[in-house]
């Protein structure tokens, strides 16, 4: 009879310790899952619509001021659009403008409705009031936007608003 009590005290042990063992597992892989998940991230950052901005402006364009090899900028592109100049080869800056804006915002930021962003909008006005361009494109009636607003240091009141809708 000995020997049965120690056999049912070692099997009630083995017991409450695989009991201790499958709790501290499952305690465990709880913590692993709260760990292991992603924080909420906004699809765009605001320091992304920033940079992007920033680079826009530095793109050289395909708008030549008084040779073939006097390139403007986005930026410089901007200025000429807003005097109504021509480039070089005659064509208007205002149109290479919206070309080229058009074409680096839709390789960038892939709009469209079945895409991850719905759409944008990238003005310049000039004193918070002249609406010198406006560039709007897919659905920007969502409340979910980041952009950012970057006044010219080049001239003063002129500001670059840019945001991406999603």
Not at 2 to 9: D, F, H, L, S, Y
Not at 97 to 112: D, M, R, V
Not at 122 to 135: G, S, T
Request: negative net charge; contains cysteine.
């Amino acid at each position: 009879m000995a020997i049965n009590k120690i056999k049912k005290k070692g099997q009630e042990e083995l017991v409450g310790f695989a009991l201790i063992i499958i709790l501290v597992s499952i305690i465990l892989l709880v913590l692993l899952g709260f760990s292991l998940k992603k924080p909420n991230k906004e699809i765009v950052e605001s320091y992304e619509a920033e940079s992007f901005v920033q680079s826009l402006l530095q793109y050289t364009s395909e708008c030549t001021k008084s040779s073939e090899t006097d390139y403007l900028s986005v930026d410089e592109l901007i200025f000429s659009c807003t005097n109504r100049e021509l480039c070089f080869n005659g064509i208007e800056s205002c149109e290479i403008l919206n070309s080229t804006l058009h074409n680096l915002i839709e390789k960038s930021w892939e709009i469209g409705e079945n895409n991850l962003y719905k759409g944008y909008e990238f003005i310049v006005r000039q004193d918070e009031k002249n609406l010198i361009f406006p560039l709007v494109t897919g659905l920007t009636n969502t409340t979910n936007s980041k952009g950012t607003q970057y006044s010219s240091p080049r001239k003063k009141g002129v500001e670059v608003i840019f945001n991406v809708y999603y």
